[in-house]
């Protein structure tokens, strides 16, 4: 089978992340049960930043935020390793700069994610990710933004969200934790 999934907060923890990053870099201590509660992709409002500024904070932090030390979600790594041993196709759809693309794939590595030779696809928009999806002919794909997962309502693919505050309106198959994917898959 061919599973696709999206990496920032499906695959690892990068808002949380981030988050952190900005309560050390503005010399904050905003409790992380506000960021749990956050019912936005964007995390700059607890900081009482306005768009503009919550986009250059991003912007200041994305080199810490993306290459250092982010932790994947419990059992992502292990769960899709275990994919590729019992011979599936796992391919990797981000929406990540296209500059950042080579660079996401070592860190990836490194982090343990198994990275097979073309199947790591980066530098589209959110609701681009549809047509790489479609030309893959994936059985099954994951991600966590709803603008994403809303393109792909009639494509033959199984779409599952991976749970967060933020998705709760979308009704459609929820991934709370990684150690579920067996569970799916034994449907």
Same mark, same amino acid.
């Given at each position: 089978?061919?599973?696709?999934?999206?990496? +920032?907060?499906?695959? @690892?923890?990068? =808002?949380?992340?981030? &988050? $952190?990053?900005?309560? %050390?870099?503005?010399?904050?201590?905003?409790?992380?049960?506000?960021?749990?509660?956050?019912?936005?992709?964007?995390?700059?409002?607890?900081?009482?930043?306005?768009?503009?500024?919550?986009?250059?904070?991003?912007?200041?932090?994305?080199?810490?935020?993306?290459?250092?030390?982010?932790?994947?979600?419990?059992?992502?790594?292990?769960?899709?390793?275990?994919?590729?041993?019992?011979?599936? +196709?796992?391919?990797? @759809?981000?929406? =990540?700069?296209?500059? &950042? $693309?080579?660079?996401? %794939?070592?860190?990836?590595?490194?982090?343990?994610?198994?990275?097979?030779?073309?199947?790591?696809?980066?530098?589209?928009?959110?609701?681009?990710?549809?047509?790489?999806?479609?030309?893959?002919?994936?059985?099954?794909?994951?991600?966590?933004?709803?603008?994403?997962?809303?393109?792909?309502?009639?494509?033959?693919?199984?779409?599952?969200?991976?749970?967060?505050?933020?998705?709760?309106?979308?009704?459609?198959?929820?991934?709370?934790?990684?150690?579920?994917?067996?569970?799916?898959?034994?449907?």
């Amino acid at each position: 089978m061919k599973f696709g999934f999206d990496i +920032d907060d499906t695959l @690892i923890n990068l =808002r949380e992340y981030a &988050f $952190g990053l900005y309560n %050390k870099k503005m010399q904050t201590n905003i409790d992380l049960e506000i960021f749990k509660a956050l019912k936005t992709v964007e995390i700059h409002r607890p900081f009482g930043l306005q768009d503009v500024e919550g986009k250059e904070l991003w912007n200041s932090l994305r080199e810490e935020i993306y290459f250092t030390d982010c932790p994947p979600f419990p059992m992502a790594v292990e769960t899709l390793n275990e994919l590729v041993e019992n011979g599936h +196709d796992v391919y990797y @759809i981000t929406a =990540r700069n296209k500059e &950042f $693309g080579e660079r996401t %794939k070592e860190w990836m590595q490194r982090k343990g994610f198994p990275m097979q030779e073309g199947h790591f696809y980066c530098g589209m928009e959110d609701h681009e990710k549809i047509h790489i999806i479609k030309k893959l002919e994936l059985d099954f794909y994951f991600d966590d933004k709803p603008q994403v997962v809303e393109t792909l309502a009639d494509a033959a693919v199984q779409v599952y969200v991976k749970d967060h505050p933020y998705n709760q309106e979308l009704k459609m198959n929820r991934l709370k934790d990684w150690s579920e994917l067996t569970a799916i898959l034994q449907k």
